[in-house]
């Protein structure tokens, strides 16, 4: 996963509350087994229906409640490979909130107005180290977790996690003796 410190460009501007994954990425997309190839297929309906028109700027604004509905993390994978980078938003959906930081892709939340005040500029700078979201004629502080902060600074998903205790983990497997530590066996 790449990490993440300054997303700045244009926005795209999505005006709807309750977005839910289901409306990110149809059901129909999801039987591929890679996770790459879901960009094409965000918003489907939306946007063949005409209902939406979305460039693949790295910023989305978008209503309360986003990423609401069910748990896939495809729906992450369609707005990154769209070409988005970061989704602001007065609120999301708990479990999309988590699914977004796990795979490198920022959510932020922001209060309704400050929403529409960036839509209305049409180009931001998101900071992370600072924690800040600035566009012309404003600037506004978000909150997120010091350990997601951390991660996403530094590219680490939960196997890069891992990978920084290998020497702890091969320890801990070669045990007092130089094996897989004590072996039992009951008869």
Not at 6 to 24: F, H, K, N
Not at 52 to 71: A, K, M, Q, T
């Amino acid at each position: 996963m790449e990490a993440i410190n300054v997303i700045e460009g244009e926005v795209s501007v999505l005006d709807r509350s309750d977005v839910d994954t289901d409306q990110i990425i149809p059901k129909q997309f999801l039987k591929r087994v890679e996770r790459t190839g879901y960009g094409e297929f965000l918003f489907y309906d939306w946007i063949r229906d005409g209902e939406v028109e979305l460039e693949p700027h790295p910023i989305l604004v978008s209503g309360r409640n986003f990423g609401s509905g069910s748990s896939r993390e495809h729906a992450v994978w369609a707005l990154h490979q769209f070409g988005f980078q970061t989704v602001i938003a007065p609120s999301f959906s708990d479990i999309f909130y988590s699914n977004s930081t796990k795979n490198g892709f920022l959510p932020v939340v922001l209060p309704e107005e400050t929403c529409r005040e960036i839509a209305t500029a049409g180009q931001a700078r998101v900071d992370l180290e600072n924690q800040t979201v600035s566009w012309d004629g404003g600037e506004a502080s978000f909150e997120i977790d010091a350990e997601i902060k951390r991660r996403l600074l530094g590219g680490l998903d939960d196997i890069a996690l891992t990978l920084q205790s290998e020497d702890a983990i091969e320890a801990f497997e070669a045990g007092p003796g130089g094996t897989y530590g004590p072996v039992t066996t009951s008869l």
